[in-house]
């Protein structure tokens, strides 16, 4: 029997880091061709798959494991900056309460 491997050297940066979220699916000789293809652009380091990052929507049918990407959301900077913000001031108030409540230990 004859094994079809995909030829994944056509597809662009972002349909290969989406496959990888996809990978369970893959055929094991599939994955390994994506691994490779994923090393060759140097697309396999932590700090690139962190520039793919933002918000996908799966869908799952009933009674698999699987799941499957539909889409990804463009990550909202905006919205990251103002959580970072909320919690920068959090930990300044806790800090300050902690430097300001006499300590029971003394």
């Known amino acids: 029997m004859k094994v ?24 094991p000789e599939a994955g390994d061709a994506l691994r490779i293809e994923l090393k060759k652009r140097s697309l396999d380091s932590p700090t690139r798959l962190a520039k793919f990052l933002g918000t996908y ?35 300044a108030v806790v800090l300050f309460v902690m430097d300001t409540v006499p300590s029971a230990a003394k």
């Open 4 to 27: 079809i491997v995909p030829n994944y050297d056509e597809k662009s940066d972002d349909e290969l880091l989406r496959l990888t979220l996809e990978s369970d699916s893959l055929t």
């Open 57 to 91: 929507r799966f869908s799952r049918d009933q009674g698999s494991k699987r799941f499957r990407v539909l889409d990804k959301k463009a990550l909202d900077w905006g919205q990251v900056a103002w959580l970072w913000t909320k919690a920068l001031a959090i930990i």
